[in-house]
């Protein structure tokens, strides 16, 4: 299976599921330049944000750790620590700030 992000042009393939770790993340580069963070959380559900950490400018947010907080699947910037809600963006440290998400979904045979 193929995980795919929904860019501006459509779907856009971004890696083999099996590749992706469970509780870890992966960068991605998307064709208008800019960077996704990709995860895989331990049920095995992919999520997808924007991998800029804005409080430092740095793309690092697909090397933060995965945790849950009221139920909300995070990461946590390896930087600052900030905590990035996975399926809204908003930063559950600062209500003012949030990073992009991603529509992600699966295609072809397992």
């Known amino acids: 299976m193929t995980l795919e992000l929904k860019?501006?042009?459509?779907?856009?393939?971004?890696?083999?599921?099996?590749?992706?770790?469970?509780?870890?993340?992966?960068?991605?580069?998307?064709?208008?330049?800019?960077?996704?963070?990709?995860?895989?959380?331990?049920a095995g559900r992919p999520y997808a944000i924007g991998n800029r950490d804005?409080?430092?400018?740095?793309?690092?947010?697909?090397?933060?750790?995965?945790?849950?907080?009221?139920?909300?699947?995070?990461?946590?910037?390896p930087l600052l620590k900030q905590r990035f809600d996975l399926e809204s963006g908003r930063c559950l440290d600062d209500e003012e700030v949030a990073v992009r998400t991603y529509p992600v979904r699966t295609a072809g045979a397992s």
Do not use: M, N
């Open 7 to 42: 860019v501006a042009d459509g779907w856009l393939a971004v890696c083999e599921l099996s590749a992706l770790t469970p509780g870890r993340g992966v960068a991605a580069l998307l064709p208008d330049g800019s960077q996704a963070a990709v995860f895989l959380d331990r």
């Open 54 to 77: 804005p409080f430092t400018g740095a793309q690092v947010l697909s090397r933060g750790l995965l945790g849950r907080a009221a139920g909300r699947p995070f990461v946590a910037s």
